[in-house]
């Protein structure tokens, strides 16, 4: 069969020096290079073919459509620069396999299946054909025609135009007639894509491109999974009627359904993301000359269309604007993504695109039929897309259908969650062309579905008794066990009966002086019996506990107790100086005669369930603490939850670690006690010391614990965890339960039911629950904070309040009766933080602060913070807090804190730069103001802030700290071997390059936890030290000196100590 082409090109010069690739050739090529065999860009589907057909024919007919379109003759070889070049063979051998899939139970499904397994298949890129064509029977007149092809040499347009002249070929010679072969080159295209390489207009068409993205914009999308290629994708019928008013919406706007299109996926993603710079990638077909029009190969490119709209225009105007970038950018269309992308340097941010989701619009207008045969073209998807979204609207206008087809990235969404989408634009769509003048912000952006599937998540209705206070449910547990051991304190314990009467007896003894419902009783007592007889006697007076921790600073201390307005403070001969000056009655539990008060159980008239409970402070961003209060209804919902959560032996015994100043001490002090469990309680420097706890969980046979992440992968890495066997429950709050941390759990205590819990001060400690089971397997994604506990309901919610679609972040929302009654003292704070709920009449909501989002599976995964309120080893704090104590040294103008590698570093400019202050002078003017875990570990002197163009803080680029930031004296080597060991283990244990004699630990950067692990790693190399020693003997010498030991030889990998232009990153 004789080839013929419309070319004036001379065919030795195709076949003998071949020809350059077209830029879009060589990303291709390039990325195909570093994925192997990877399907990424292997294209097309098949014919679905209903009528008889004659293989021959489809022989014969591809044979014919080769030898027409020299792009399917394409070969590619090696060239000089690495390069391949390629050109076109004057004939090449075809061959249409026929399968038979008539036999199986469904041929159907069998065929799209083997249509499945051939896409996957990888071409031999160097002079192997780069399409296929294979025939599946599934009976006498039902085939589907495999077409396949690399995308190197093919695009989704030329797809359809090849198939079109496909059909026409069978078409002719079924009817016996000679097919025209006649058709345009690609060389053409190659020869024009160099000439506009060369020319002004590839310049005018870069400056362009470059001037619209001078400042990047945020990535849109970010991946729940790293590493991961698979996609998928879901197909839904598109209302024909819809697209016909879209058609007409068009038309008056002098635009295109395209426009109207993109306007709407705008909306979508503009609106639940709450912000307007968005980029879309939108595929052009690039074949500006006619003649290209039906020339098969590689022509599209993706262009970044970049939108920015405020959201009060309306849907009508928005889609005028829409209509007007296109316009404006298309004029510069042929400028290559690829260099573009380049130029703007994304591989040095970690990017790959400036658009994660792509948007196309293809309306066919081709009526297949293949002789007497009608055909369907149907696309299949090589299940490796890249982009995160893709979304298709095609239309036929031969068959009147419709539809939307989304092929999505599985490493950034789930199926519901795409399925919901398409939902979602559909809804927008009606919407918007429902009444064009609708403003933006006006939209509702949340389907019907997820409104009902949203309120479902949210029905925690659970039948307790919620008018009783959390005496009572203690009260009744007495009754129950009156003889069983409640609490106990290393050789003390206490029964519930003798708890119960001591705490009786105190409680009288408040009352007498003056203790009321909702008044305040400050306690600054040590962990050990009487704190916890202090605490139920408080609350049986009525009162609500402010717990004053022993280790604050007295001027903290000082402010909580004026800030709560206590009428009453309890103290105990370890603590009774540590307040200060004190203006109220003071109780001390060791001269006071309150043992002298009857057993009997207090009356306390008017105390209901919504009487304060306790107040607990927290870091406030304006530089002082602020006190939250919470009710006893609140408290009581949370014991009950836990008790319904809780599946173990009730004989069994928590362990209560946690500092009685944090709001998580409050669910272990109360909950194992209105249950029958014992509440063991570690000795008052005990929570740090992970061998410790673990001596006690074997020796008191401890079933339930709470941790922190952080304490949660030190005491783990004890050895003798694994005999810790009575261990059911571990309860991890506070922090990120990692799947690598989850991993460690079930590898050392494969037993235990693993808690993450999540919730703030200002909704009674635990909001959200998700559950581990012992042999569940652990996901493989970030870890959900779970669903909302009982009689709670979670919101997540938009800037304006409204809730943001499944699947999108926005702030949580906490409702329900654990919800705090407000801030002592703060009620412009109180009105901006806690709202009357616009779902349910007469609730509350508390804004957290926090960025979540719900999974299509209703649990919920925390994303971070919308301010500058972080979490450190299981403290909230307030960075602003911290920053106005060191604003106010007087030798610091300003000062900026971030929390970097779970570390808090400081940055400050001097007031004067003659007078500098020492970096110990300003770690030692916090220390007087603020607890330890508040203290930065590095100062930063800057002379002036960097800033953003927009005259903001950059605060992203704050200079990591050297070894300058975290001390100032000068270097003194260590001296012995003891010191220079311990100088090893400093350095791996604190990351420094260097660690001197006379350096003090807990200056550079060291905390609890760190204490905790330089112990164990002094132990692994011989050295034993007690862990009280490295707080009594900071310095190194010092700590040498109480060291005891035979130094082993130490091997500290060098990827410990991390470099960075010989400074140390924190």
Known sequence: ???????????????????????????????????????????????????????????????????????????????????????????????????????????????????????????????????????????????????????????????????????????????????????????????????????????????????????????????????????????????????????????????????????????????????????????????????????????????????????????????????????????????????????????????????????????????????????????????????????????????????????????????????????????????????????????????????????????????????????????????????????????????????????????????????????????????????????????????????????????????????????????????????????????????????????????????????????????????TPKGVALEHRGLCNLVHWSSKLFTGDRSGALLQKSPFSFDGSVWEFFWPLTVGMRLVLARPDGQWESAYLAQTVREQQVTVIKFVPAMLQQFLELEEVSQCTSLTDVFCGGGELTAALAHRVRERLPGVRLHNVYGPTEATVDSTVWTLEPGAAIPDIQLPIGRPICNTRLYVLDAQDRPVPIGFSGQLHIGGVGVARGYLGLPQLVAERFIDSPFVAGDRLYRTGDLVRYRADGNLEFLGRDDFQVKLRGFRLELGEIEARLSAHDRVREAVVLMRDERLVAYFTPRDPAQVPAIEALRNHLSTLLPDYMVPSAYVRLDAWPLTPNGKLDRQALPAPGIEAVISRRYEAPQGAVEIALAQIWAEVLKLERVGRNDHFFELGGHSLLAMKLVARMRDAGLEADASAIFSEPRLAALATRTVGRVQALEIPATTIPTLNRRRRL
């Open 1 to 623: 069969m004789e080839l013929s082409r419309a070319t004036d090109m001379d065919d030795t010069a195709v076949t003998r020096e071949g020809f350059p690739l077209t830029a879009s050739q060589r990303d291709i090529w390039l990325d195909q290079m570093s994925r192997g065999d990877s399907p990424l860009y292997n294209i097309g589907g098949y014919v679905e073919l209903n009528g008889t057909i004659v293989p021959q024919l489809v022989q014969r007919a591809v044979e014919c459509l080769v030898a027409k379109h020299d792009a399917l003759r394409t070969v590619l070889r090696a060239g000089a620069d690495g390069l391949p070049v390629q050109s076109f063979a004057p004939t090449l051998a075809v061959s249409v396999p026929l399968y038979s899939v008539a036999t199986q139970a469904d041929p159907l499904a069998a065929a799209r299946r083997l249509m499945q397994q051939q896409i996957q298949q990888p071409y031999e890129l160097e002079g192997g054909p780069l399409f296929r064509f294979f025939l599946v029977r599934l009976d006498d007149t039902h085939n589907l025609l495999g077409t396949q092809a690399h995308h190197l040499i093919l695009d989704g347009w030329g797809f359809g135009q090849m198939l079109a002249s496909l059909g026409g070929i069978y078409s002719a010679l079924a009817r016996g007639e000679e097919p025209d072969l006649v058709a345009p080159s690609y060389i053409d295209f190659i020869a024009d894509d160099q000439q506009y390489r060369d020319s002004s207009r590839y310049t005018r068409d870069r400056d362009y491109w470059l001037a619209k993205y001078r400042t990047l914009p945020d990535p849109m999308l970010l991946p729940r999974y790293r590493g991961r290629w698979a996609s998928d994708s879901v197909v839904q019928a598109f209302p024909t009627s819809l697209h016909e008013r879209m058609k007409a919406l068009a038309s008056t706007c002098q635009a295109s359904a395209f426009h109207v299109l993109l306007a709407a996926v705008y909306l979508c993603f503009a609106g639940t993301s709450q912000r307007n710079d968005w980029v879309l990638g939108v595929p052009i077909l690039n074949r500006g000359n006619a003649r290209f029009k039906s020339t098969l190969g590689l022509f599209t490119q993706v262009s970044a269309l970049r939108f920015d709209f405020a959201d009060g225009l309306s849907f009508g105007e928005l889609v005028c604007g829409v209509r007007d970038v296109l316009r404006q950018d298309l004029r510069h269309q042929r400028y290559p993504l690829s260099e573009m992308n380049r130029a703007l340097g994304l591989l040095r941010e970690d990017r790959s695109q400036l658009f994660e989701i792509s948007v196309s619009y293809e309306q066919d207008d081709h009526d297949y039929r293949y002789g007497e045969a009608q055909a369907h073209t149907v696309k299949v998807s090589n299940r490796h897309e890249s982009t995160p979204l893709t979304l298709h609207l095609r239309s036929n206008r031969y068959n009147d259908k419709a539809w939307i087809h989304l092929v999505y990235n599985e490493a950034y969404f789930e199926p519901a969650e795409v399925q919901a989408l398409a939902e979602r634009l559909t809804f927008v769509l009606e919407q918007g062309l429902e009444n064009t003048v609708l403003a933006l912000r006006e939209f509702v952006l949340v389907t019907p579905a997820e409104t009902e599937r949203l309120a479902a998540w949210n029905a925690t209705e659970a039948a307790h008794d919620l008018e009783q206070t959390i005496q009572q449910v203690f009260e009744a547990q007495v009754r129950r066990t009156p003889e069983a051991v409640a609490v106990v304190a290393g050789e003390r314990s206490l029964t519930y009966r003798q708890l119960n009467e001591r705490a009786n007896q105190l409680a009288h003894c408040l009352r007498e002086q003056g203790v009321q419902p909702d008044a305040r009783v400050a306690i600054c007592v040590e962990r050990g019996l009487e704190l916890v007889i202090g605490l139920w006697a408080i609350v049986k007076a009525g009162g609500a506990y402010v717990p004053l921790d022993p280790g604050y600073p007295p001027e903290r201390l000082e402010h909580m107790l004026r800030d709560s307005s206590s009428v009453l403070l309890l103290v105990h001969a370890a603590t009774r100086h540590l307040p200060g000056a004190v203006t109220i009655p003071v109780l001390d539990f060791d001269h006071d005669t309150w043992h002298d008060q009857p057993v009997s159980e207090v009356q306390v008239p008017g105390l209901t369930a919504s009487n304060l409970a306790y107040v607990i402070y927290t870091s406030g961003s304006t530089g």
